[in-house]
Each structure stands twice: as structure tokens, then as C-alpha cells.
């Protein structure tokens, strides 16, 4: 069902809406709308022009709150309810963002600086690290005045070279340290009269240098374990600070929480007045606030806002003198409210429109039912889809759990439990085996012709909802001339009836309805465009050019003719899944060995899980077609825009 709407107008001084927003509308559902746009015939009014001064420390709140640990659904639920953030105010949640804020600036400032140094120290390490087989103290060599030295690497092909062909014949004195599969580190002296030879030499060769800083203690060796133990002790500082800050985070969690819920509050608060209007009186400004409320909450927010003697408020019944259509607020029973989500992937209904989700919830579970009857996999979808739709709150769980109930019961009407068809008597019939005679046509299978029968009944039904949802709308030529409207209807019943009395033998009373009831509805139909013309009392009842109009309208109502009889055996499919069903489970059993007496239960399980999984899949796909393009498309709009409550959803 669709809750019905009160479109409100609420004002008072420009200063007080914050006080409005917080103690009234922040505990009722309203839709709100611009108010600018719906008042449009009234001068002077103005936007606001303010800027959200919540918005920044809201904004930090979210950080810190990302860096904490999380607060469990009770603990949250346990805060926002309790006294202290009742009394709560924004003054209060924005002083303890803030010093928090400021606290954890110094700490992660500190923390920068120690990582600083961790990183100049790993450095310092990686420079170091090739070149601790030196057995000699670097700051020594670093003082070095007569003899030049270079600290650097060689890759292996150049190194080898150098020592073959080249080392023997200069001043050289080359020390190797360590390598690995590119390159070889070493240092090497010279005489400080040749260095710029032996440079010249060596970077001929592809010799890479490494400068290194006169700071280390020691060999290379020692200086390596000194830089180790500084390393791990400020990595140890940088833990600390860490630490502490996730303890000042931790300890004032509960804190940081109710000032972010307030902050955010106040925030959505403010942003109101993005649709609010202002007069244009320099000493006397007032806001103006519209939007929908369901009719409860406009009844209970009245007598509440009437005694508030600094607001205002007005009800507009007549939803004609409003500009903005009013939303679509879906309000219906618990066990249907999970099959609001296909018409919400459909489209939501017009306020006005007639909500189709108990309707597809019934034919939705009853045709996969009917499809996918077997007593024992429907037990298991429905316990299944119920269990994880206690844990997880899926709205697919709970139609899986629908839809598993009525597999049960067509289960026992087919005498079906996981595929055999021994265990329990079929109450109804076999859908593989069930045989009828038609006149006509012969034997044909009689879930074939219960699946037609059905889909002509429900057919039937929607076009009666197309009828119901063109007259809410005073669309004249739906209602009466359409395909899908009286004329419609008249012509499919009258078919309908006529194939059930040919079908049960009775042809006199099926050929006197053929004579009177065909050509009549299809004329109607063909001329619905000039009839619609003349009921709504127009000066130009025939088109001007009425040549091509006879030419389309024969071509429509050729397409009119072949849709009835497509859609109608569209609904085979319903049968032939029942009849699949059985086909593919007898499979399984045979190969489980059931047929000769020896089954093997692992194939048997596997088999069951196989088909429930596929077919149960393909058989929900099927079934939401036939909602989609054989129900909803006859009657049903879905042009509807979703009621998005500004008051207690998202304050």
C-alpha cells in the first residue's frame, strides 16, 4: 500500500529554525522539498546564503573516528539513547573534537619527527651495508689526505675485466666487499697525484660512487649494529606514540561518539536550509519550510507545533495547488515488505497508483511454486532463506524463504520430496506423467493447460488493475478503449470463455460468443483514438490524415491480436518447468542407482544441491520475466519518486 500525504508549509524567525529542525522535524519523517520551487507565485523570498560552521568539525570527527576502535550496533544504540546525549549540546561535542583534535596534531607531529629520523637512519644503514667486510674504521678513512679513496659498486662483468687486464698494471689498491648477482661493492686508494686517471679508468668500466656521510663510528661493521640498535629503538619511540594515541582515542571513544552524532545532527540540521526560502525583510526575516509528511505524522506534528507560539504551520489538502507531485512512501505487511525490492528495481508506484507488491508477492511465490515443486527442496529453500534472512536481513533471503513455502505445498500436491515420487501420494497429480484430452488438439500435458489457464486469470486480473489505476489518473483512453482496458478486457474474456466452452465441448454457446463478442471490442480498440476524442467532448474527433490512421490501425490492432496470443503462451513456460523439474530430478536418481536398488546417496545429495541451486536460479529469473513483461507492463507505471524522509532516518 501507499501511505497517503499532507503537503505542509511551516515558518517562523529566520533565527529559531535550528531550534524547528531539532525539536520537531528531527522526529518525524518529512520529505522535504524546495521551498523556492513550490512557492514560485510569491515575492521576495530568497535562499539562504549561510555556510555549515558544523560542517569542519564534522569532518575531523569522521578521521578520528576511523582511526578508533570500532563501537559495537548495542554500545551505539546504548549512547544514543541515553540521558547524556539527550542533554548533550553542540557546544560541548565541538570543544571535545577540537582539544582531541589538537592532542592527537602534537602526537602524530612528534611522530613525524621520529620518523624522520627512522628514515635518515635507514639511510644512513643501506649506504652503509654493502661495504662491512672493511675491516677499517670509515672515519679514518675519511680523513685520508695523500692517498684518494672511492667507495662504490662494479657489476660483475666490468669488475672481472678490471681485475684480469687492468688492476696488475696501475697504482691501485682495491678492496672487494660484498656482492650480489649484478654488482660487487668495493673501495679502492690511490695516490691522490692519480686519482683522476684512475676515476677516468674505473668510470670507463661503469663504476657507480657512494658518498659517505662523516658520521659513522667505527668499521662499517660496528657502525651497521650501532645504526641496528638505533633503528629498533626508534622504531620502539614511534610504537609509543602510536600506543598512546590509540589509548587517548580509546578512552574517550564513548565521548568522540556522542560528539560526532550531535555534530552530524546539527549538521544535517543546518543544511536545511539548502531547501528553505527567507523573506526579504531586513528586520523581520523569516524562513519558510515545505514538504510531505504521511498522514499520522502530519496529525501528530500539528498538534504538537500548535502550541509553539513561535512557528507556524499550514496542511494543503488540495494537491492540485501544489507544484511538486507527492512522493511514494511504500507502508505494507511484514511478510510482503522483502518484495519491495523488485518493484523498487522496477520502478516505484505514483502516488496514486495502485501498489502492486502484495499482488507480486503472491504470484511471485505461487508461479515458482508451481514451476519448482518438490516438498523437500522447498523445505530447504524456506529454512535456508529464513535462517539468513535472520542473520543478515536479506530481502532476497526472505523471498527465497516465500517461495520455499509454496514449493513445499506444490510438493505435496506432485507427491515430490527430493525427486522421488514413491514416498508420499501425489495429492493433486504427477506433472510428468498427468495426461488430458482436448478437443481439437488431443492429449496434451495437464500442467500445460492449468499453466494457460492460470495466465489468462491473471491476465484478466491486470488488465481490471490497468482499468483501476487509468481512471485514478483520468486517463480516459487507457481506461475504456485500450488494449488493456474495458474493451480489452471485454474481447480477452469473451475469448477466454469462448476456448473453455469449445475445450469442455459446449460449441453452440462458444461460436454465439464468437459472433457477438469479437468484432465489437476490436473496433473499439481500433477507434479508441477517436472515441477518447469524443468522450472528452473535442472539436477534431478524426485525424487529418486518415488514410495512414487506417493503414496504422490495422497494423496495431495485427500486433494487438498476436500479443494477446503470445502472452498468453508465454504462461506455457510455468508448465513446462514443472514438468522439467520432475524430468531432471528423475535423472538424478537414475544416476544414483535408485532404479536398481543399490543408490548411492553422495550423488543423490549432490544431484538434489545441483538442481536446486541452477534451476531454483533460472526459475526465480523466469518468474520475475513474467511479472516484469506479462503483469506489470499491462497496468502498472511505475513512474513513482521515492519518499526520502529528512526527519529521523537521516538526523
Known sequence: MIEKMKFLSITGHKGDIDRVVDQYLSRYEIHLENALSELKTVPNLRPFTENNPYKKDLQKSEELLASCQNVSAE????????PRYQNFTVEEAVAIVQNLDQEIQKLDSDKAKLQKELDQLQISQNQIQPFRDLNYRVSSILQFKYVGFRFGRIPHDYYKKFMDYVYDTIDVVMHKCQEDVQYVWVVYFVPDVITDKI???????HFERFFLPDEYEGTPTEASQLLDEKIEAMRVKIQEVD????QKLHSQRKDLLLAHKRLERFSTNFDVRRLAACTNHEDH????LCGWMSETDAAAFCAEIENDPETFFFVED?????VSKPPTKLKNPGIFRPFEMFIKMYGLPAYGEIDPTIILGLTYSFLFGFMFGDAGQGLCLLLGGFLLYRAKKLSLAAIISCCGFFSTIFGFLFGSVFGFENILKAVWLHPKNAMMHLPFIGNLNTVFVVAVALGMGIVLMTML??????????DLEKAYFDTNGIAGIVFYASLTIMVFLYMSGHVLPATAILLVMFLLPLL???FKEPLTALVEKKTEIMPKEKGMFFVQGFFELFEVLLSYFSNTLSFVRVGAFAVSHAAMMEVVL?????ESGSPNWLVIILGNLFVCGMEGLIVGIQVLRLEYYELFSRFYRGTGREFKPYGKTNL
Open 465 to 474: 488493475l490497468n482499468v483501476i489505476n487509468s481512471l485514478h489518473s483520468q
Open 524 to 526: 473499439v480498440i481500433f
Open 590 to 594: 537414475m544416476l544414483g542407482g535408485v
Open 75 to 82: 554500545e551505539n544504540h546504548a549512547l544514543t539513547n541515553s
Open 285 to 288: 526575516t523569516f524562513y519558510i
Open 243 to 246: 600506543q598512546e594515541i590509540l
Open 199 to 205: 676515476d677516468a679508468i674505473l668510470a670507463s668500466l
Open 318 to 322: 488540495d494537491h492540485n495547488n501544489i
